[in-house]
């Protein structure tokens, strides 16, 4: 009898050992902080969206040749991930990877120079979705096959991930704000929690997380923001807010073209030059738009690698409008007075991107002057060499002689331009006394 009820006991155990090894251990990923190390070492620090989809892919050979999870040869057929393939924590690192894959590649496209035409943008909400259903995936097998937590993060991303793809298709705007909110909401709580580096991360995200959710606020009509407020949003920096800028960077074009209609004109040293082409007009507004950045009163309190990106901004836009202007010339043909238009306002525009560039070169002087100075004071650090406040000094010189000639050509000369030829010549005499 004794015997029997041993039996039976041993029974039960190894019942429950099964049952056990059946249940398998919860796995544990650290999605946000897993996501953020290799998006900063691969590529998007620097906004290098195809570095980093490269890597993904990289990623994901590596991933499915040790998982021995390859799809064969021959035809391809793919192997569905479920809920009994995941046998340890690297299936879900698949899964991840896939989507992070699609989103990336939908956001290059997003970064095409001339944005993404209509086939590109069809091309691009694919790739979106496609995250959106690898993102899904992994929420569902994080909610069975992971602890709490990761359920959570994974839940957090899937949401981000939904909320991208419905701020892309600029539809359903309340059902984006919830995932927003949603994701926002993970986020606050995971902060509190963990260690610093992790509340840290998940801080970040709310707060690039945030002009998503104002942007869908303002678009339902529910804020009052202001376009203004929105700007100031965009200049803000991260992964997560890189969408938010193409979308407020497509709103901005929509409405310099509707407010380029009304920039007949170009003013300049008492010239008055026309802007028939629309490409022009829209490069020219934007550059001067620009310019009020730098040059309002709010201007003085920018950290000077602020003004830096501005002023290159600056340039890519002059640079622009100039080649609008060249290629209209080159397709003007025999028309006089169309030709001498076009080649007073191709001067125009270039003397004033001469200017900038010497007001872009005076900044980076004040700022290596900054640096002798504060080296003499302080020994460590990476040193700054004098050479670089010569060099700076040559180019201003090279520059306001350019500005100069470029002024002082043409037969008939306005008093206005001669007195601003004899500026850049005071200009040039002060540099060499520096």
């Known amino acids: 009898m004794a015997k029997n009820s041993e039996t039976s006991a041993m029974e039960i155990d190894d019942k429950k050992s099964i049952n056990s090894d059946q249940i398998g251990p919860k796995f544990s990923i650290n999605v946000l902080q897993l996501l953020k190390s290799a998006q900063m070492q691969h590529g998007l620090r620097h906004g290098d969206y195809t570095r980093y989809r490269r890597y993904c892919t990289a990623r994901l050979r590596r991933l499915y040749k040790s998982l021995k999870f390859t799809h064969g040869r021959g035809k391809y057929t793919r192997k569905a991930i479920t809920e009994s393939t995941v046998t340890e924590v690297r299936f879900l690192h698949l899964v ?9 590649h939908a956001m290059e496209k997003r970064q095409l120079p001339d944005g993404p035409n209509a086939r590109q943008r069809i091309y691009l909400i694919g790739r979106l979705r496609k995250a ?4 899904t995936l992994f929420s569902n097998l994080c909610a069975i096959k992971a602890d709490p937590r990761t359920s959570l993060e994974a839940e957090a991303y899937a949401s981000y991930m939904k909320g991208n793809l419905l ?7 309340e059902t984006a704000l919830k995932n927003f909110k949603s994701a926002r909401a993970v986020y606050e709580e995971l902060g509190k929690y963990g260690d610093v580096e992790n509340q840290v991360l998940c801080r970040e995200r709310v707060e690039e997380l945030e002009p998503s959710i104002r942007y869908c606020l303002h678009k339902i009509g529910e804020s009052n923001v202001k376009t203004s407020e929105l700007l100031q949003i965009g200049e803000m920096e991260g992964p997560a807010l890189d969408l938010f800028k193409s979308k407020l960077e497509a709103v901005m074009a929509e409405a310099r073209s509707q407010q380029a209609a ?40 920018l950290p000077a690698e602020k003004k830096l990106v501005i002023f290159d901004k600056i340039f890519t836009a002059y640079h622009e409008a100039r080649g609008c202007i060249r290629s209209d010339l080159a397709s ?64 201003l010189l090279q520059n306001t002689a350019d500005l100069s000639d470029l002024v002082s050509s043409g037969r008939e000369r306005k008093p206005e331009e001669v007195k601003f030829a004899e500026e850049c010549e005071l200009k040039s005499l002060a540099f060499r006394a520096e």
Do not use: C, M
């Open 167 to 173: 701020f892309e298709q600029d539809q359903n705007w």
């Open 262 to 301: 009304s920039l007949t004109e170009f003013h300049w040293l008492g010239h008055r030059f026309p802007i028939s082409n629309a490409k022009t007009r829209v490069a020219i507004l934007k550059a001067q738009e620009l310019e009020k950045d730098l040059h309002v009163k709010a201007a003085d309190s």
């Open 132 to 135: 959106v259903k690898w993102a």
């Open 96 to 104: 991840l990877y896939t989507a992070e894959r699609a989103w990336s």
């Open 332 to 395: 003007a043909g025999n028309a006089e007075n169309v030709k001498d238009d076009l080649f007073g306002l191709d001067k125009a525009v270039s003397a004033v991107l001469g200017q900038r560039t010497i007001e872009r070169n005076q900044l980076l002087v004040s700022i290596v002057k900054g640096k002798l100075t504060k080296q003499r004071d302080d020994k460590t650090g990476k040193v700054t060499k004098p050479e670089e406040l010569v060099r700076l000094y040559d180019l």
